[in-house]
């Protein structure tokens, strides 16, 4: 029995002797069932008393035991609203560098050229960060190969701390005119893998993204040799001044916002 439970049953026997004395000991029956209601209401009293006060013992020790789990863990980092993560979607390798399906590593190569960036190999990819009016974007291209690129995706999101909303990825779409541009906050994979896998390691597919039209000018059949297929004159004579749109779209998606973005580049 611990310490206050002792002085409770003390505290009883105190009252028990208080009562007998009241009645005396020559007492009735009457007065013998009188003293015994005041006891049951004393031991209830009593026990009451006991189990709130282990009641709030308990709550102290857990949350004190709560409190030293959770210094075990560092805190949480604030998002960074002000730090973009460009994710341009392709395949590694010179077999690749100039296929349609590349289009997202390539819009990314006109950036970093065109701002004087140098290309770092890290974990998952290569990386660069294009600082503009207060903003950071970090331009990633994965080495994971298309078909697994949500792996690099969210590596590099957790990383840099930054939130979904703020991630773009860049891709091709042969669903479009060639040249043509589709950007919006989220929507489905469209049958692309790399779109696909994002979107399965996310968890949803409310993530923006940036769709560059390649067309569909292939035969039954020829979709695969067409998507990895290279540009043709033609199309390398037009790509300079759609690479340029498109570096200023994905500027654009950072300083005025995507739906802002989404109502100036949309079909043009």
Same mark, same amino acid.
Not at 21 to 45: N, P, T
Not at 75 to 102: Q, S
Not at 179 to 184: A, D, E, H, Q
């Given at each position: ?6 002085? *409770?049953?003390?505290?009883?026997? /105190?009252?028990?002797?208080?009562? &007998? ?10 007065? #013998? ?10 031991? !209830? ?13 308990? /709550?102290?020790?857990?949350? !004190?035991?709560?409190?030293? #789990?959770?210094?075990?863990? @560092? @805190?949480? &980092? ?11 979607? =392709? ?27 140098? +290309? ?15 903003? !950071?974007?970090?331009?990633?291209? @994965?080495?994971? *190969? ?30 479009? %005119? ?28 409310? *993530? @923006? &993204? ?5 067309? %569909? ?6 979709? /695969? ?5 290279? +540009? ?17 779209? /994905? ?5 005025? =916002? ?11």
């Amino acid at each position: 029995m611990g310490e206050k439970e002792t002085n *409770y049953t003390r505290f009883f026997m /105190v009252k028990m002797i208080s009562l &007998r004395k009241f009645f005396g000991f020559d007492k009735s029956a009457k007065q #013998e069932q009188l003293v015994k209601e005041k006891a049951a209401i004393y031991r !209830s009293d009593i026990s009451e008393a006991i189990n709130k006060e282990h009641q709030e013992e308990s /709550v102290k020790s857990t949350s !004190s035991k709560g409190a030293e #789990e959770l210094k075990k863990f @560092p @805190p949480a &980092r604030e998002v960074n609203m002000k730090k973009f993560l460009i994710a341009g979607l =392709g395949n590694i390798g010179p077999k690749y560098e100039n296929t349609r399906h590349n289009i997202g590593f390539k819009v990314l190569d006109y950036i970093a050229k065109h701002e004087d960036l140098s +290309w770092e190999t890290v974990k998952l990819g290569d990386i660069t960060t294009l600082k503009k009016k207060g903003r !950071s974007f970090i331009l990633l291209k @994965p080495s994971t *190969y298309m078909n697994l690129s949500g792996k690099a995706v969210k590596y590099w999101m957790e990383k840099e701390n930054i939130s979904v909303e703020n991630l773009l990825v860049v891709t091709d779409d042969l669903n479009l %005119d060639f040249g043509t541009f589709r950007i919006k906050t989220q929507g489905s994979s469209g049958g692309h893998n790399g779109l696909k896998d994002i979107q399965a390691t996310l968890g949803n597919g409310k *993530y @923006p &993204r940036f769709r560059f039209g390649i067309s %569909d000018a292939f035969s039954k059949g020829r979709q /695969v040799d067409y998507v990895l297929g290279e +540009w043709t004159a033609e199309e390398e004579s037009v790509l300079i001044e759609r690479l340029e749109k498109a570096k200023q779209a /994905v500027e654009s998606f950072g300083l005025a =916002g995507a739906n802002n973005t989404m109502n100036a580049f949309n079909g043009k």
